[in-house]
C-alpha cells in the first residue's frame, strides 16, 4: 500500500471527495478494501449495493468498488443507470442489505467525483464506521475465487417508486410543477414520481450531461434562473430542483422565487403536523422557526452539530417525525433517516396541492415573526481552528451587538443566543480553510449587526 494514498483519502461529512487528479481507481480499491474489511470486523455479511451518479467517470468507479467487494466474498447489487443516493439508501434498508456504496461528488463541479458509505440502517455513517474503514484502507486483499461474490445489475427505482407513492398517498391531479433535474440523477425519478401521482410536469435539464451544462449541479437561486422564470410568469405553480444525487431539494414558489430552505423546513414540518404528531431534529445553523413550529403544536425541536448524520442520530433518539437542515437536505424517520430530494419532492407538492407554501409560510410568518439568517466567511488556516476556538471560549463576551448573552451551545462551535432571542454562531467549515460565523433575527438589518460583531468575536484571534 502507498503511504500517500492512503494519507490522500479523507472522509468527511459525508465520505470522500476529491478531484479527479486524486481521486483514482487505486484509491478507490483501497477504499473498496476498507469497507470490505470494516464490514467484516463488524459481522456484516451478504449483499452490498454499489450505486454511482451520472458524472462520467461514475460508473467505472463502482465497477472498480464492486470488483473489490466481490473479491471479499460480498454479494453486490448495482443498479442498471445512474441512481439517486437516497434511492440507494432506501434499498438497503428495503432488502436488508449489510451496506451501500455510492459514487458521487454529489453537488460539486464535475472535476470532482467521490464516494458515500451508507450502512445497514440507511442512515449515514458515523464516524466511529468511518475511521474504521480508512483503518482498514488498503491494497485488493482478495479470498480464494471460489469464494468470491456475484455480481447482479438491476433496476433500483421501481420499488423505492411504488414505496413513495404509496408512503405519500397524494392526488396531484390539477396540479403543475416544474422540475429541474440540473442533469443529475433525480431526471427521471423524480418528475416520473410527481407525474405518477398525477401532477402535470415541465422538466428541465432532464437529459444526463456528465458536465452538468458547464456548471455544477447546486441548488442555489443563482443556479435555476429558468426554473424561477417559469414559476414566477405563471407556468408553473411549484419549482422543484435537486442536487447532482438528488438527495437534497430546492423549491421555488410565485411569490418568494427561490424559497429559503429554512422556510421550507418549516412549511413542510407544518404540513406535516396536520395529520401526524412528532418532534423535529435540525442542525445549530438552522433557523429557530422550526422551534416555534413545534412548540405550537406541542412537539420539540433537538439541535445538532452540522451535518446529517448528527441529524440521522438524533431522529432516531427521539422518534423524531422529521430531521433537516439550512443546506437543503431533509428526511422523514419511517420512511429513511437520510436526505431523500427525491420523496421530499413528492410531499412538497402534496403541501402544495392543499394550500399553497407561499400562504403556509405567510401564515407561518404571521404567527410567529419573520427570520432572517446570514452568514459571513473569516479566513483561518485549518491548523489554526481548534486554537482560535479554544481562545473564543476565554473570549465570550457578557453582551453582544447591544444584547445580553442568554445561553452559549457548544455542540458544534459557539452558539450565542441573546436575550432579544437572536444568535450568533462561530463554528469552522468542514471544508474550507475558514471560520463560518452565521447569526439569526427578525430583521435584515439586525443580522448585519450580529455578522459584524461575530466577525469581531473572532477575527483578531485567528
Not at 477504499?31 to 451520472?54: F, I, K, N
Request: with cysteine; hydrophobic share 40%; aromatic share 6%.
Amino acid at each position: 500500500m502507498d503511504d500517500d494514498d492512503a494519507a490522500a483519502i479523507t472522509f468527511g461529512t459525508d465520505g470522500w471527495r476529491a478531484t479527479l487528479d486524486e481521486f483514482t481507481a487505486p484509491r478507490v480499491r483501497m477504499v473498496g478494501q476498507g469497507v470490505a474489511t470494516a464490514l467484516r470486523e463488524h459481522g456484516q455479511s451478504g449483499t452490498v449495493a454499489v450505486g454511482y451518479d451520472a458524472r462520467e467517470t461514475s460508473r467505472g468507479f463502482a465497477e472498480e468498488l464492486s470488483r473489490v467487494l466481490c473479491a471479499n466474498g460480498f454479494d453486490v447489487l448495482v443498479p442498471d443507470r445512474d441512481t439517486p443516493t437516497p434511492v440507494v439508501a432506501w434499498t438497503v434498508t428495503e432488502r436488508d442489505l449489510a451496506g451501500a456504496l455510492q459514487i458521487t461528488a454529489s453537488h460539486n463541479p464535475p472535476a470532482y467525483n467521490g464516494v458515500k458509505f451508507v450502512p445497514a440502517s440507511g442512515a449515514p455513517a458515523l464516524p466511529a464506521m468511518t475511521e474504521d474503514i480508512v483503518a482498514n484502507l488498503g491494497d485488493p486483499d482478495p479470498l480464494p475465487e471460489s469464494e468470491w461474490g456475484t455480481v447482479t445489475e438491476t433496476d433500483l427505482v421501481g420499488d423505492y417508486a411504488d414505496h413513495a407513492i404509496d408512503y405519500v398517498n397524494a392526488d396531484l391531479s390539477g396540479l403543475s410543477v416544474a422540475y429541474d433535474a440540473m442533469h443529475g440523477s433525480g431526471r427521471g425519478v423524480t418528475d416520473a414520481l410527481l407525474e405518477r401521482a398525477g401532477a402535470d410536469v415541465t422538466a428541465l435539464r432532464d437529459e444526463r450531461d456528465p458536465e452538468f451544462g458547464g456548471g455544477s449541479p447546486e441548488p442555489a437561486a443563482e443556479n435555476v434562473e429558468e426554473l424561477i422564470a417559469r414559476v414566477r410568469e405563471g407556468e408553473a405553480a411549484l419549482g422543484v430542483v435537486n442536487d447532482g444525487d438528488a438527495d437534497r431539494i430546492g423549491v421555488v414558489t410565485p411569490e418568494r422565487g427561490y424559497l429559503d430552505a429554512n422556510l421550507f423546513f418549516a412549511a413542510l414540518y407544518d404540513y406535516l403536523l396536520e395529520s401526524r404528531s412528532g418532534d423535529v431534529v435540525r442542525t445549530v445553523s438552522t433557523s429557530s422557526i422550526v422551534d416555534r413550529v413545534a412548540e405550537a403544536h406541542g412537539q420539540s425541536a433537538h439541535e445538532v452539530a452540522v451535518g446529517f448524520k448528527w441529524v440521522a442520530e438524533a431522529m432516531a433518539d427521539h422518534d423524531a417525525l422529521m430531521g433537516g437542515e439550512e443546506s437543503g437536505g431533509f428526511g422523514l424517520t419511517d420512511h429513511l433517516r437520510n436526505k431523500d430530494g427525491v420523496l421530499l419532492a413528492l410531499v412538497a407538492a402534496a403541501a402544495e396541492s392543499e394550500e399553497s407554501l407561499d400562504a403556509r409560510v405567510d401564515r407561518l410568518l404571521d404567527d410567529h415573526g419573520e427570520i432572517h439568517q446570514g452568514r459571513v466567511s473569516v479566513d483561518c488556516p485549518d491548523d489554526r481552528k481548534e486554537p482560535v476556538l479554544d481562545a473564543l471560549e476565554d473570549e465570550l463576551p457578557d453582551s453582544v451587538a447591544g444584547e445580553s448573552v442568554a445561553d452559549v451551545n457548544t455542540v458544534d462551535g459557539f452558539k450565542i443566543r441573546l436575550a432579544d432571542d437572536t444568535w450568533v454562531l462561530v463554528r469552522p467549515s468542514g471544508t474550507e480553510p475558514k471560520l463560518r460565523v452565521y447569526a439569526e433575527a427578525g430583521s435584515d438589518t439586525r443580522v448585519t449587526e450580529l455578522l459584524s460583531a461575530g466577525r469581531g468575536l473572532v477575527a483578531p484571534l485567528v
